[in-house]
T-cell receptor, first 115, second 111 residues
Framework: DTAVSQTPKYLVTQMGNDKSIKCEQN?????MYWYKQDSKKFLKIMFS???????INETVPNRFSPKSPDKAHLNLHINSLELGDSAVYFC??????????????FGPGTRLTVL | GDSVTQMEGPVTLSEEAFLTINCTYT??????LFWYVQYPGEGLQLLLK?????DKGSNKGFEATYRKETTSFHLEKGSVQVSDSAVYFC??????????FGAGTRLFVKA
């Protein structure tokens, strides 16, 4: 009955490979997010989807491509992985988009290590 | 653009000590303010929030008051426990659907 789940929890791969991270929320929320947390714990928004529509697309290399097959799922695909992509990636969801008071619910994170 | 500045850590306290983690923000309009906590190996979870000026958010003995005149949202707890050891993030949500997070402050509480 996990609210926001991500798979895999750990991902170790070689430079140049392509990998995907999956996220699912069972809270019935309309909006989902991807964040990147670096080694110093700094958290930065990457993408946000509202009802399967992209609403936030930060300055992220186009090797990163989010896909939302339905409003409960938001996957992140990364092409041609680089060393600098090593980080913890968090998925999150919230009830509404543009809701100033909305709480975000975070998944447990996926630790990506690129060798 | 909007921004959040919080005190650098780590903060190391003994059990039952008083905690203050400072947070100031820059935003146009009237954002909502949040404190999130991240325990080791976990995702962030909401600790408390305040949605308008002079509101006080509180939870698990933690408190923070939305001060518009000083653009601050400092986190306080009267008596910390070892189990409070975590990273604390101040955040704001303003216009444009985006939540801006501070850099995080790591708290260590010693028994």
């Amino acid at each position: 009955d996990t609210a926001v789940s991500q798979t895999p929890k750990y991902l170790v791969t070689q430079m140049g490979n392509d990998k995907s991270i999956k996220c699912e929320q069972n809270l019935g929320h309309d909006t989902m997010y991807w964040y990147k947390q670096d080694s110093k714990k700094f958290l930065k928004i990457m993408f946000s989807y509202n009802n399967k529509e992209l609403i936030i697309n930060e300055t992220v290399p186009n090797r990163f491509s989010p896909k939302s097959p339905d409003k409960a799922h938001l996957n992140l695909h990364i092409n041609s992985l680089e060393l600098g992509d090593s980080a913890v990636y968090f998925c999150a969801s919230s009830q509404d988009a543009g809701g100033f008071t909305d709480t975000q619910y975070f998944g447990p994170g996926t630790r990506l290590t690129v060798l | 653009g909007d921004s959040v500045t919080q005190m650098e850590g780590p903060v190391t306290l003994s059990e039952e000590a008083f905690l203050t983690i400072n947070c100031t923000y820059t935003a146009t309009g009237y954002p909502s303010l949040f404190w999130y906590v991240q325990y080791p190996g976990e995702g962030l979870q909401l600790l408390l929030k305040a949605t308008k000026a002079d509101d006080k958010g509180s939870n698990k003995g933690f408190e923070a008051t939305y001060r518009k005149e000083t653009t601050s949202f400092h986190l306080e707890k009267g008596s910390v426990q070892v189990s409070d050891s975590a990273v604390y993030f101040c955040a704001l949500t303003g216009g444009g659907f985006k939540t801006i997070f501070g850099a995080g402050t790591r708290l260590f509480v010693k028994a």
